[in-house]
């Protein structure tokens, strides 16, 4: 038995004009099945006059729902009513805070906008930010009086707004929570606030970024502002740190060319330790050590100091051998440091020196001539990102110049 599909037909009737097109009106409207229960009918009519409410039209009303049902299509057909368009008038705002910092003029910019309370409410949450950036992260409004009128042919709600700010919050002290080996001293030492500062919300909010940068934290929560038994506040920073120390180590067996009676085997190895928290005090310490057959050989040692005399100067120091067979030797010594221009951006600056030193069988047969290298470098580097090591959002970026030297000594 072949079954035909009914089709459902909405349409939306206004008694007076409104600035949507109707198929604006049926999505806000929501109701697609052809029929349905009249609980279901309630619930889209509901949901159509919440959104017009939203934009303005505060006594809308649903006079009629009329079904018209043929032998393949259902039809519904919403007759309303909008009334007259409500618009946001005059905002009077009583504050005892002279220093607006902007949070006037979020909470009046509503105004000639279409009057609904979701527009009312995100205003006050945009001014409610500002006055947590300067030390206010307590602030209340509270709406005292809403008056209509009508004027020049366009009805208006006037509003009387006060606003509570309480004291300034000043951090009085900041407490860290979850540090097991890092200590306390050098995560306080990156953090855009200080003890005895002006509560603000965006250098906090920008603390777990900044911390999750130093690669040895597997996760940072957000700040929290707790009230302390001495009724001062303190400012919450929980920490998880990660694994910053590393070690991998591969060892091989070469044998013995089968059928050589004078060969011998040999082994290789590669070992590479990398420590990005020394003792807990964010120090970077790496050995790296590579032989792949008898005659080559590589070793590289590398230390990081930060924050040199406590100044977030860092400064680091490295020595690099590679035996390349029985060919030649290259050393390479280098110093780098890099200063913090901002939460973004450092300076970075390098010097190295690197030195070719040629077997004498080399020199003679292959005319390798004994070199030394020096050079220098600058540069700036931009980073955003809030996990380095698995970013997910953020932006970096860098730039270098190097100028150096060569000369040929043998």
């Known amino acids: 038995m072949l079954t035909v599909p009914v089709m459902a037909q909405h349409e939306i009737v206004s008694v007076s004009y409104l600035p949507f097109s109707q198929d604006r009106l049926l999505d806000w409207l929501n109701y697609k099945t052809a029929a349905s229960p009249e609980t279901e009918i309630k619930a889209a009519g509901k949901r159509l006059l919440s959104r017009l409410r939203e934009e303005g039209f ?53 105004e000639g906008e279409p009057f609904s ?45 006060e606003i509570r700010t309480g004291n300034a919050v000043t951090i009085d002290k900041i407490i860290i929570r979850g540090n097991k080996v890092t200590r306390s001293d050098v995560i306080l030492r990156e953090l855009p606030v200080k003890t005895g500062s002006r509560y603000n919300r ?12 130093l690669g040895i934290f597997k996760q940072v929560a957000s700040p929290r502002l707790v009230l302390l038994p001495d009724s001062s506040n303190g400012l919450l920073i929980e920490v998880t740190e990660g694994n910053a120390t590393t070690f991998d180590g591969i060892v091989g067996y070469i044998p013995p060319v089968a059928g050589d009676k004078n060969a011998n085997g040999y082994f290789t190895v590669q070992i590479q330790t990398l420590c990005r928290n020394l003792f807990g005090t964010g120090r970077r310490f790496e050995v790296y050590w590579k032989k792949p057959d008898r005659f080559s050989d590589e070793f590289r040692l590398y230390y990081e100091e930060p924050w ?3 100044y977030p100067f860092n400064l680091g120091a490295g020595l690099e051998r590679i035996v390349r067979d029985t060919t030649y030797i290259e050393r390479s010594y280098s110093f780098n440091g890099s200063f913090r221009i901002s939460e973004s951006w450092r300076g970075l600056f390098a010097v190295k020196q690197k030195s070719f030193i040629p077997d004498s069988a080399a020199s003679r047969d292959q005319r390798l001539a004994r070199t030394i290298i020096s050079s220098g470098e600058i540069g700036v580097r931009y980073d955003t990102r809030d996990y380095p090591l698995n970013p997910r959002r953020g932006l970096v970026y860098g730039t270098q110049y190097t100028f150096g030297s060569k000369r040929n000594t043998g």
């Open 58 to 110: 505060l006594y809308a009303r649903i006079d009629s729902v009329i079904s018209e049902n043929s032998e393949n299509t259902h039809k519904t057909r919403w007759y309303i009513s909008p009334g007259d368009r409500v618009y946001f008038g005059a905002i009077e705002i009583h504050c005892g805070l002279t220093d607006s910092s902007g949070w006037r003029e979020e909470l009046k910019s509503p």
């Open 308 to 310: 040199l005399f406590g």
């Open 117 to 161: 309370e979701i527009r009312l409410q995100a205003a006050m949450q945009r001014a409610a930010e500002l006055f947590a950036e300067t030390g206010y992260p307590f602030v209340r409004f509270e709406l005292k009086n809403v008056v209509f009128q009508k004027r020049e042919n366009r009805y208006i709600a006037r509003l009387q707004l």
């Open 202 to 213: 965006l250098r906090i909010e920008r603390i777990p970024d900044i911390l999750s940068r």
